[in-house]
Nanobody, 127 residues
Framework: QVQLVESGGGLVQAGGSLRLSCAASGSTFSTYAMGWFRQAPGKEREFVARISRSGGSTYYGDSVKGRFTISRDNAKNTVYLQMNSLKPEDTAVYYC????????????????????WGQGTQVTVSS
């Protein structure tokens, strides 16, 4: 089992940048593929990005491609989300999630593919 704690959220102006972190504890971090999701008020939780266990493969939602970058440091048990060129529509609570499947998944954008979740960190982008 793994515990996940997000940090780095806050208020930023449109066009600005933020870096979110998700610290993992309680289990071997490198055995989990990791993802970031977000949920805006009144909307469903949305896939943002995923990174494989080694960090060699990454995937992004269409709305963030070219602006967000997911990375991980297995020595620090941490996954990051670098968010650039932020827009007001990026405002949401951002969650990190862990997928314990040893062979990953082809449906990486689906919430049910992830076993563990953090409590989220708020990102607010002002116009």
């Amino acid at each position: 089992q793994v515990q996940l704690v997000e940090s780095g959220g806050g208020l930023v102006q449109a066009g600005g940048s933020l870096r979110l972190s998700c610290a993992a504890s309680g289990s071997t971090f490198s055995t989990y593929a990791m993802g970031w999701f977000r949920q805006a008020p009144g909307k469903e939780r949305e896939f943002v990005a995923r990174i494989s266990r080694s960090g060699g493969s990454t995937y992004y939602g269409d709305s963030v491609k070219g602006r967000f970058t997911i990375s991980r440091d297995n020595a620090k048990n941490t996954v990051y989300l670098q968010m650039n060129s932020l827009k007001p529509e990026d405002t949401a609570v951002y969650y990190c999630a862990a997928d314990s499947r040893p062979y990953g998944t082809s449906r990486y954008w689906e919430i049910k593919e992830y076993d563990y979740w953090g409590q989220g960190t708020q990102v607010t982008v002002s116009s």
